[in-house]
């Protein structure tokens, strides 16, 4: 079995990611907690809602009710990119060029490299914000469907209507297809085809909420969580799942799956359960692995190396570590 490095962190952690090949572990509180030759912590927010990884320059983008958006790199020095105060910042998404995108409220904002700042009005709350693979095309989740926008260039949004509250979105790696958590239990979808022509995909029969997904690093597939098993799309065809029928991996009588995280080069996703546990599993034969026995706490965020051969976990009780699968 994979060693494990353990970690125990006071309280929630709320995710864990590489930036460069040192592990970080974000907390809740608001502290960033880094394994760089001995543990270190960085104070970051005063209660932190959101970070995510980005990939361009191996940092974290966080927010938090403190209505500050940070730039943490991976020997923690903390860079503000925006500061709204007395307003919660639960919504970041990272941009090609140095661009980020946040959300407070109805508003949608852009920070272009160079400190410019673009705001979009919407009528409803922002709930999910993604970049296009390319370009400066942002995608805004909302309830009844999502907005699409060229960041910094005046032009009619295009609307992507479908009922119901939008939670978050994201791009398929190739930019075909763009696809949204929702407040009830499915995923939607969109095939966009450039014309201006969008074909809905319904991905439905969760047992519960999708609250994390992954992209395989080739876009092939879209793993899910929300169900006793990792629920995986298949998104090599044209027309992307329309009328196939998932794969269902990892499969536990009723431990439900709260993460998942393809690996960054082999078809191989990690999946996380409600109770702790971690298996990978490989796409091309249903072949699983365990990493990590049950633990304390649900697993709330998992990262990999960029080589591939570590993988950072965080749990809802703290309780969190590296697992080294190079072995």
């Known amino acids: 079995m994979p060693t494990v490095a353990p970690l125990d962190l006071e309280g929630h952690v709320l995710g864990a990611a590489f930036l460069g090949n040192i592990p970080v572990f974000v907390t809740?509180?608001?502290?960033?907690?880094?394994?760089?030759?001995?543990e270190k912590v960085t104070q970051a927010h005063q209660g932190l809602l959101t970070a995510v990884?980005?990939?361009?320059n191996q940092t974290l983008l966080t927010g938090g009710e403190d209505g500050k958006v940070l730039r943490i790199a991976h020997d923690g020095s903390v860079t503000e990119l925006a500061s709204m105060p007395r307003k919660w910042i639960s919504v970041v998404a990272p941009g090609p060029q140095g661009a980020i995108a946040y959300g407070v409220g109805k508003q949608a904002f852009v920070r272009?490299?160079?400190g410019r700042t673009h705001e979009y009005a919407e009528e409803r709350t922002v709930?999910?914000?993604?970049?296009a693979p390319k370009g400066l095309r942002l995608a805004i989740a909302r309830y009844n469907g999502v907005t699409l926008?060229?960041?910094a260039a005046e032009g009619k949004p295009v609307d992507l209507e479908w009922?119901?509250?939008h939670t978050g979105v994201s791009f398929s790696p190739d930019g075909r297809f763009l696809v949204t958590t929702m407040q009830e239990n499915a995923l939607h979808g969109w095939k966009l085809d450039g014309t201006g022509e969008t074909r809905h995909m319904r991905m439905t029969g969760y047992p519960s909420k999708v609250k994390s997904f992954s992209w395989s690093a080739k876009g092939k597939w879209l793993a899910s969580s929300g169900a006793p098993a990792a629920i995986v799309w298949p998104f090599a065809s044209k027309d992307g799942p329309m009328g196939k029928a998932p794969q269902e991996l990892g499969t536990r009588a009723n431990i439900l799956v709260t993460q998942v995280s393809f690996h960054p080069a082999e078809d191989v996703l990690a999946i996380g359960f409600?109770?702790?546990m971690i298996i990978a599993v490989r796409m091309a034969d249903g072949k699983e692995a365990l990493l990590r026995r049950p633990g304390k706490g649900a697993i709330t965020g998992m990262g990999w190396s960029a080589d591939g051969k570590l993988l950072a976990f965080a749990s809802a009780a703290g309780d969190c570590g590296v697992v080294d699968i190079s072995g």
């Open 28 to 38: 809740s509180a608001g502290s960033i907690h880094r394994l760089d030759g001995g």
């Open 53 to 56: 990884k980005d990939d361009n």
């Open 112 to 114: 272009m490299a160079d």
């Open 127 to 131: 709930e999910g914000l993604a970049f």
């Open 149 to 151: 926008r060229f960041a």
């Open 163 to 165: 009922k119901g509250a």
């Open 274 to 276: 409600i109770d702790g």
